[in-house]
């Protein structure tokens, strides 16, 4: 299945001269039967963010371990700095990462992790002392370079790892969910605080999480994978407001889903027929097609029953089932007869007037209810 | 809560001690073999009548230290204890290293066939094929001459005993080394590399610091082992390469003498203790992965 991705937008004014910092072409890479990475194509360039996000065994791993020269790809070319790197063994690579289970040397010191890329790339031993204190003050750990891993929190010990992969001024920084084993409260701190040393350093970034928080925060660009393959590579906004596939719309956000038929189509606007009404919404789609649905929990209004429609139509009657106060805002969840009965989420102010069981009219944005093709029998969750 | 805490602490005591019982009975049988060992070692042998005098005397050490061959096969013995230790440890490693990170399931289970088949054969039949291999007429010398080289002998030399020890021991080795390499994540070795380290840095500047704690156990092993190996010197080397242990059955079986036999059992348990308890010393207390904490 090949799709049309747009142009990843340009995010660094020099791109058009330098050739982008990482270009990934069709790059694939099977374990015996299985398929970790199938025809990833990605451009990246110097000094940007990027955030790859997927289900867990979708690639991701795979595809860094790829770009730090781990493994080799089955198929298809990667180039760093516009070269071929398919023949270059992982330590001439100039990349520093960051593992997933961090990888610290548990029998040197923080400072010696630290100093380990300097010394195997023979820097003057004066050069070193100074640069492993400067790493350390940079990941504030200023006073803990003589402990050893094991006598370091998973938050300090985080920073060692990301000190250590930054120590010899990488081009090129690779992180495997580095943050995961951390609480929220110390993981969000560690976000900024890594923003501001990537943006300190001007160090082009690729970055792995299970975040959506996190991935449209920190990111110039997101990549979305599933079953091995690039749904959508795009800048956060474009992400989010126009995903190109039913996974991308239904992985980021809280997100309804159901099917319907095309009855119309002009250009990407769409009209959909579902259990007798017509909404109207947007995607690529031909009259006939059958396609599946997607609206945002925020692109849904509520409002009591009775209340005048809005222009435009794609109000429907529903009854609402659960209303769950989440403190700034309410979280509610209506069924529309017309869906089947299928619940929608919904975000309403916490003022909103509204109570389990009661009729309300249900409004669904027509510019962000995404359709696309059904393209596999998968259940619907 | 305190109150039910400390009747199940005094309780849990005893049966850790319990469980232990064994294992101190076994220890206390051995200490009390060697105290027995000591004590016959301490009276020597009465001439007239064959029979051990009844006076505690250092003459079985005098006569022992001040013979010759005492110190030469003592020399023989160590020295082949080192030797055989470094060599097996080096063709080990590799072995252990392969076995534990191939990703072929089938060269693994090859490897783990290949390392346990010559362990079910016993030491005296294993050298006893080695004799039949490497003879006038054996094997190897069908080879070299098949290949137009003029056969050799290739037994009862000190090189052979030595070779033999070394392939008797190797199993012994890789068994010891594989949980240290198995503990190593294959993520550290990678991010050696990823920092700029090529193969043999990371071997030697991560890999080996961390196989630590299986080197020194395996060394220990190989060398204790090697040091009071008979077999194999008795039967490769013909008589012509004994190790300690073969002067210490000489002196028991050959000569009747087992004040001087106790006496040479004695020497070679404490220099062996020796040497073990100054690999400890150097390799640190957490040698053996404890304290350790990963
Ligand atoms: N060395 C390997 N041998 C065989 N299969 C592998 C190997 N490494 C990864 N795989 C498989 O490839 C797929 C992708 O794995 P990968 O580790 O890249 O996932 P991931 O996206 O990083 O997942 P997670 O979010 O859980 O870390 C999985 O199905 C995994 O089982
Ligand atoms: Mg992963």
């Not at chain 1, 951390?182 to 605080?193: A, N, S, V, Y």
């Not at chain 1, 956000?253 to 027929?273: K, M």
């Not at chain 1, 510019?367 to 393209?375: K, S």
């Not at chain 2, 242990?245 to 004695?266: C, E, R």
Request: charge should be neutral; glycine fraction near 10%.
């Amino acid at each position: 299945m090949t799709r049309d991705v747009p142009n990843p937008p340009t995010l660094m004014p020099d791109a058009a001269t330098a050739p982008p910092m990482v270009e990934i072409q069709g790059v694939s890479k099977r374990f015996g039967d299985t398929v970790a990475v199938a025809d990833a194509s990605l451009t990246l360039e110097r000094g940007a963010f990027l955030t790859i996000v997927g289900p867990s065994g979708c690639g991701k791993t795979t595809l860094l371990r790829m770009i730090a020269g781990f493994e080799h790809p089955s198929a298809g070319r990667i180039r760093i700095h516009g070269a071929d790197v398919a023949a270059l063994p992982a330590h001439k690579r100039a990349i520093g990462m960051v593992f997933q289970r961090l990888a610290l040397f548990p029998h040197m010191s923080a400072a010696d992790n630290i100093a380990y890329p300097l010394r195997r790339r023979g820097h003057a031993k004066a050069g070193i002392a100074a640069r492993v204190e400067e790493m350390l003050a940079l990941v504030r750990l200023d006073g803990l370079g003589e402990r050893r891993p094991h006598e370091l929190s998973g938050g300090q010990q985080q920073r060692v790892a990301i000190a250590r992969a930054l120590a010899f001024g990488p081009d090129l920084l690779l992180l495997d969910e580095p943050l995961s084993a951390l609480d929220r409260h110390l993981r969000e701190g560690m976000q900024l605080e890594f923003r501001r040393i990537q943006q300190d350093l001007g160090v082009t970034t690729i970055n792995v999480t299970h975040d959506q928080r996190e991935a449209l925060v920190m990111s110039d660009q997101i990549v979305v994978m599933n079953h091995g393959r690039i749904e959508q590579a795009s800048d956060p906004h474009t992400l989010y407001r126009e995903p190109q596939t039913r996974f991308v719309a239904s992985f980021l956000g809280v997100t309804s889903l159901f099917a319907a038929e095309v009855a119309a189509a002009d250009g990407d606007r769409l009209t959909l027929r579902v259990g007798g009404e017509t909404l109207r919404g947007r995607g690529l789609a031909a009259p006939g097609d059958a396609v599946d649905c997607a609206i945002r929990a925020e692109h849904v209004t509520v409002a009591p029953a009775g209340t005048p429609p809005r222009e435009g139509g794609n109000t429907l009657p529903g009854i609402c089932e659960r209303v769950i106060f989440e403190g700034d805002r309410s979280a509610v969840i209506v069924r529309l007869p017309a869906l089947g009965d299928r619940p929608v989420s919904a975000f309403a102010p916490a003022a909103a007037g509204l109570s389990a069981g009661a009729p309300v009219a249900v409004h669904l944005d027509p510019d962000t209810l995404f359709a696309f093709r059904a393209t596999t029998k998968e259940e619907l969750p | 809560m305190n109150a039910g805490a400390a009747p199940a602490t005094r309780r849990r005591l005893p049966t850790g001690w319990l469980l232990l019982a064994p294992a101190l009975l076994l220890t206390g049988v051995l200490l009390i073999g060697l105290g027995q060992m000591l004590e016959l070692s301490l009276h020597e042998l009465d001439l007239s009548n064959y029979r051990l005098k009844p006076e505690y005397s250092l003459a079985n050490y005098e006569t022992v230290l001040s013979r010759p061959v005492t110190w030469r096969v003592l020399l023989r013995t160590f020295a082949g204890a080192g030797l055989v230790t470094l060599a097996t440890l080096i063709l080990a490693f590799p072995y252990a290293y392969l076995l534990v990170r191939t990703p072929s399931a089938l060269v693994r289970k090859a490897l783990l066939v290949a390392l346990f088949l010559p362990f079910f054969i016993g030491q005296v039949v294993r050298a006893y094929g080695w004799l039949i291999i490497l003879g006038r007429e054996g094997l190897a010398n069908a080879v070299l001459t098949g290949l137009g080289l003029p056969a050799q002998d290739l037994l009862f030399s000190y090189g052979t005993v030595l070779f033999g020890l070394v392939q008797y021991m190797l199993p012994f080795a890789v068994l010891l080394l594989i949980p240290a390499l198995a503990a190593i994540p294959d993520d550290i070795e990678r991010a050696s590399e990823g920092l700029g380290a090529n193969w043999p840095s990371t071997f030697l500047f991560v890999l080996l610091p961390l196989a630590r704690p299986g080197l020194i156990g395996a060394s220990v092993v190989v060398f204790t082992l090697t040091l009071t190996d008979f077999a194999m010197p008795e039967i490769l080397g013909g008589g012509t390469q004994d190790f300690f242990a073969s002067a210490i059955y000489d002196a028991f079986f050959q000569i009747s003498n087992a004040g001087q036999g106790a006496a040479l059992a004695m020497l070679l348990t404490g220099l062996g203790s020796a040497v073990v308890a100054v690999i400890f010393i150097l390799a640190g207390t957490g040698t053996l992965g404890f304290r350790q904490s990963r």
